[in-house]
């Protein structure tokens, strides 16, 4: 557009005193996002048949010092739990939390 000049005033990107002043969140957000390549088509048949983990961390601790957080993914449904840590190793005793609960819902267990 700019070099078009089809809109007056926009801010030139290349020069660093003008990135300086645009806030990060909107330099991400002009960011082209892709999509990702799709490994598999499978789709689990059944409710608990397939659950996906994956931990994560935060830069910032909640207010009750969670810097971590940990969360299953059901294949069929695509129902998410999220569960906040503090530390990493409480992956293993919320997996134990976790597999009660889901396994009393839905009456089948885990695969």
């Not at 082209?32 to 659950?51: D, R």
Request: net charge positive; with cysteine.
């Amino acid at each position: 557009m700019e070099k078009q000049i089809l809109i007056e005033g926009l801010p030139k990107f290349g020069t660093e005193e003008v990135m300086s002043k645009v806030s990060e969140a909107c330099q991400l957000g002009k960011q082209a996002k892709h999509p990702f390549l799709i490994q598999t088509t499978h789709v689990s048949s059944k409710p608990l048949e397939m659950i996906h983990s994956y931990v994560w961390t935060t830069k910032i601790e909640s207010i009750r010092g969670c810097k971590y957080y940990v969360n299953f993914i059901d294949d069929h449904t695509r129902k998410m739990w999220v569960y906040f840590m503090k530390h990493k190793g409480e992956v293993f005793q919320h997996f134990l939390n976790f597999k009660v609960m889901v396994e009393k819902e839905k009456g089948v267990s885990i695969k």
